[in-house]
């Protein structure tokens, strides 16, 4: 029983390695797809295959990240 219990916690230590070294490979090289002033820097996908970055937008000829506020904004005639 020892032997099995040490084999288990030996598998889950690599497990979890592979893991880890396989997330980092995959966030290492973020790839940007961009228009000519919009663009979404691609860190990788979560769990579900969906797409997980960054917008970005071209502001004086560098990318720069998008940051939002919320807040209320009164209407104009």
Partial sequence: MK????FWIASMVVIAMATF???????AQPQTLSGNDIGFRLDGTDLSGKAVGTWLV???????????TGGIRPATK
Avoid: C, D, K
């Fill in 3 to 6: 032997r099995f219990v040490l």
């Fill in 21 to 27: 070294a396989f997330a980092q490979g995959r966030l």
């Fill in 58 to 68: 071209r502001y004086n000829g560098n990318w720069i990240e998008v940051g939002s």
